[in-house]
């Protein structure tokens, strides 16, 4: 399982507009860079990212080759009440790595 | 008409003479930078990069530092220890051991850098095969090691028995190598500021290795940033661990001494 950087605010008022930053460890192979014997490396990107909060989608993204390595995310949303914040990248081979944040709204 | 050959000879030799002279000044007075003057290689990135580095969410480095976390603790080898069981928390353990490397091994009779100090310790203490150099798992542990100095001025150890393998370390940046007859002085030393192509020059000041590089793609050594220096002005690269590297980075952290660590850094 990869390494992923989460930071999400641990307390928010209601109605705050909160930023949330994520980084997932990843290679993000393009599938166009040539090895030592001149053979393609075979594409392994993320495809899609998803944040779900309390079970509901507030961001989503699709990835394509051209993104960098360790794919860095910062999106915003409102917090509205407390609860869990689920992120979830899913990879070429079709694995899902899924990680969470708890936010406390007062 | 013959007589007045000689003579304007001379006066050619003597105006070149004059024209090197204030070349020969410059390059005499930029040839080391004064302690005041020198700056991190963060002071010639750009603003986003430099947030990059600063903010421990957005920095590529923390992931292998991360995962290094991770290694000091799992057991490992036929002596079935972890880092952890010699060396406990490495929040105080380590604290100011990367500022301090590399140092003399009495052991071995000659200076160890960090990387080596790991796979000295693997082999002896651990009784595990040593990681290959550039290998996520030593590059993680030198990563998590050089963030507890993270702060901390770079002290290169104050020993006589390091001395000469300062001083060769000296001589190899002032040497000029490869194709392109370049040594290391005349970029960061007398052309730091410039740009290289596109790139600025930044002053070659080691402190923040191991670090993340954009165009890699991926975390590096010190060492692993020399050979490219290196292939760039078209010279042989030293091989990765051999004692002339040690010698360079040794001659490195003299230069940056008092220098804050900066591990681990991004850097463009």
Redesign the interface.
């Known amino acids: 399982m990869a390494?992923a950087?989460?930071?999400v605010p641990a307390k928010a008022r209601k109605g705050e507009i909160v930023e949330i930053?994520t980084?997932l460890?990843h290679?993000?192979e393009t599938g166009f860079r040539p090895g030592p014997d001149g053979r393609l490396y075979p594409r392994d990107i993320v495809k899609r990212f998803v944040c779900t909060y309390d079970g509901e989608t507030v961001f989503s993204a699709d990835l394509f080759p051209a993104i960098?390595?360790?794919p860095?995310l910062?999106f915003t949303t409102r917090a509205t009440a407390s609860g869990v914040l689920t992120f979830s990248w899913t990879d070429d081979k079709d694995q899902t790595q899924v990680q969470t944040a708890r936010i406390e709204v007062e | 008409m013959t007589r007045a050959r000689p003579m304007h000879a001379l006066s050619a030799l003597a105006r070149a003479a004059l024209l090197c002279a204030p070349l020969l000044c410059a390059s005499g007075a930029a040839a080391q930078i004064a302690p005041q003057a020198r700056k991190s290689g963060a002071a010639f990135m750009s603003p986003q990069t430099q947030a990059m580095q600063a903010d421990d969410s957005s920095n590529p480095g923390m992931l292998a530092a991360l995962e290094g976390e991770s290694l000091w603790g799992q057991k490992a080898g036929a002596a079935n220890l972890a880092c952890a069981d010699c060396h406990q928390n490495a929040e105080t353990s380590m604290k100011g051991a990367a500022a301090r490397h590399p140092r003399f091994d009495e052991g071995a009779g000659k200076p160890v850098d960090l990387q080596g100090q790991v796979n000295s310790c693997r082999q002896t203490r651990q009784q595990a095969q040593p990681f290959p150099y550039e290998s996520r798992e030593l590059l993680a542990l030198v990563a998590y090691v050089g963030l507890q100095s993270r702060g901390l001025p770079v002290a290169p150890p104050d020993d006589p028995r390091l001395a000469p393998f300062v001083e060769n370390g000296r001589a190899l940046f002032h040497r000029r190598i490869g194709q392109l007859n370049f040594a290391c002085a005349q970029c960061h030393d007398e052309n730091w500021g410039r740009r290289l192509g596109s790139a600025l020059i930044p002053q070659g000041h080691a402190n923040a290795y191991p670090i993340y590089r954009l165009e890699w793609q991926d975390m590096g050594s010190l060492q692993r940033r020399l050979r490219n220096c290196m292939n760039g002005v078209r010279a042989e690269p030293y091989s990765l661990g051999s004692l002339e590297f040690i010698e360079l980075e040794l001659y490195l952290a003299e230069r940056a001494k008092g220098m804050p660590v900066e591990t681990p850094g991004v850097r463009p």
């Open positions: 390494r950087l989460i930071n930053k980084m460890q290679p993000m960098s390595a360790n860095f910062s």
